[in-house]
């Protein structure tokens, strides 16, 4: 089974802060993803990669940048936290393009 | 570039009813479609998916989907439901080549009641 897995299930950092998010994946898939998921609004892609060092901005990139130094990790990282990050945040992970394997999720809180 | 339309944003139904939840989407080009569920505190994972062949795609846990290319839709449907699949329900589709980058929907909310 592939299994992915996130650092945290639930965080809570102080406003200015800098947030490190970490997913991990045990199947050797090329593609790392990391959405957000808010009420009512669904997943939206935050950044992806396709490969080691590789990112590309998804629709909601302001605010966050990522890391990808191997291929089984995928760091998103929140450089100065505000509030209006407040969020569910899920990283996922495929080999091809036609199913994506999910962690648990982040809740991060920032207050 | 395409968009996802889930037409319902919570569906309540009693234990052993039918249930069908609603996706539309549309697309300059040709999609594969999925739908994800997730379960309360915890990610998503695939129901099913349509990817070729027969429009009418079984999936996990007696769910299943039919795509109509005609009303671009993508339907889910369960005969018979149980207290266990309530959840949420997202609608998501990857264009056919190119990036392959999914679209997903708002989500549906599926409550089952006893």
């Known amino acids: 089974d592939v299994k992915v897995t996130q650092s945290s299930r639930y965080l809570v950092k102080r406003t200015g802060e800098k947030v490190f998010l970490e997913c991990v994946q045990d199947m050797d898939h090329e593609n790392m993803f990391w959405y957000r998921q808010d009420p009512g609004l669904g997943l939206r892609l935050i950044y992806f990669s396709y490969d080691v060092k590789m990112k590309e901005k998804g629709d909601i990139p302001e605010g966050y940048s990522v890391s990808r ?31 994506q394997y999910f962690g648990p999720g982040t809740r991060l809180t920032v207050t | 570039a395409q968009s996802v339309t889930q037409l319902d944003s919570q569906v309540p139904v009693f234990e052993e009813a039918p249930v069908e ?87 549906t909310s599926l409550i089952v009641h006893p």
């Open chain 1, 69 to 99: 130094e191997k291929k089984e990790r995928f760091s998103l990282i929140l450089e100065s936290a505000s509030t209006n990050q407040t969020s569910m945040y899920l990283c996922a992970s495929e080999q091809d393009p036609y199913e």
């Open chain 2, 21 to 107: 939840l609603r996706c539309n989407y549309s697309s300059s080009v040709s999609v594969y479609l999925f739908w994800y569920v997730q379960y309360p505190n915890q990610g998503l994972q695939l129901l099913l998916k349509y990817l070729s062949g027969s429009t009418l795609v079984k999936g996990i846990n007696g769910f299943e989907a039919e795509f109509n290319k005609s009303q671009t839709s993508f339907h889910l449907r369960k005969p018979s439901v149980h207290i266990s699949d309530t959840a949420e329900y997202f609608c998501a589709v990857s264009p056919r080549g190119g990036s392959y980058i999914p679209t997903f929907g708002r989500g």
